[in-house]
C-alpha cells in the first residue's frame, strides 16, 4: 500500500506561482510512476504530469512550459512546480502512485487562480 499527503494548495492571482508536494509512505523509486491530476468542477479527472522511477517525465498539452514535475527520492517526495498560472489552471490537485497494478490517490489540493 501507498499513502499520499499532499500540500501547497492555495489561491494565487494569474501569473502567479504555486509548488505542490506529495510525500509517500514509502520509497518512490519503488513505484512505478507517479503524478499530479486534477479536475475542475463538472470535468473530468485529467492527467496533468507525471514521473516513471526511471525519472521521465510527461506533461499535458495545456502546461507544457508552465508546469515542472520533480522528485526529492531521499525525502520520498514528489513535486509539481507550476508558473504563470491561469484561470483554468483552477482544480483539485490530486497526487497519484501506480505501485504494482493498482493506483493510490492522495486527498486533493484545491488550487485556485484569480484575481
Known amino acids: 500500500q501507498v499513502q499520499l499527503v499532499e500540500s501547497g494548495g492555495g489561491l494565487v492571482q494569474p501569473g502567479g506561482s504555486l509548488r505542490l508536494s506529495c510525500a509517500a509512505s514509502?520509497?518512490?523509486?519503488?513505484?512505478?510512476?507517479m503524478g499530479w491530476y486534477r479536475q475542475a468542477p463538472g470535468k473530468e479527472r485529467e492527467l496533468v504530469a507525471s514521473?516513471?522511477?526511471?525519472?521521465?517525465?510527461n506533461y499535458a498539452d495545456s502546461v507544457k512550459g508552465r508546469f515542472t514535475i520533480s522528485r526529492d527520492i531521499a525525502k520520498d517526495t514528489i513535486y509539481l512546480q507550476m508558473n504563470s498560472l491561469k484561470p483554468e489552471d483552477t482544480a483539485v490537485y490530486y497526487c497519484?502512485?501506480?505501485?504494482?497494478?493498482?493506483?493510490?490517490w492522495g486527498q486533493g489540493t484545491q488550487v485556485t487562480v484569480s484575481s
Open positions: 514509502r520509497s518512490i523509486f519503488s513505484i512505478n510512476a
Open positions: 514521473i516513471t522511477s526511471g525519472g521521465s517525465t
Open positions: 497519484n502512485a501506480h505501485f504494482w497494478v493498482q493506483d493510490y
